[in-house]
């Protein structure tokens, strides 16, 4: 076991926000005392590591929404987190969403978002739909202002687009 990394390290998977009960902070200014507590916490851990900076892939799915995650987190400890913008699936089947998408990534990279975080959503949930219908493929083209936008803008595409065949299979001695 190694107790401290040697060199400052940067943790790129994480889901600090997480801390606050949902997903999306809504007042950054009102953050709960347990929030606040826990994420004081990761802190320590993350000094006593050696860990640098953690990315938080899970910033919000609109500019709103990361504006007030990257306030929540950099007000108390500066520097010490980067988020990541994820898509609005839930406008994907709006006219004019995909340029409405790349639009927002432009927003998102003013606001400070470092990546594009792409969760299993798309692969394994979003259907054509709403509820129903096929799955939305990946390389769907609608998509294509999006991933073009990602790299005009520096935004380097975090996917995560399934789970391994363990998650779809029941729980006994051979699985955990």
Known sequence: PVPKAKFPVIEAHTHVNWVFGRRTVVDPNAVPPEAAKQLAEIVRLMDDLNIRLMVNLTGGNSVGALNNNIAALDRKYPG???NCIEPAWDRVREPGYPQWQADELAKAKDAGA????ILKTLGLYLRENGD???LVKVDDPRFDPMWDAAGQLGLP???HTADPDAFFLPIDRFNE
């Open 80 to 82: 010490r987190f980067a």
């Open 114 to 117: 470092v990546g594009l975080k």
């Open 132 to 134: 129903t219908g096929p």
């Open 157 to 159: 595409a975090f996917l």
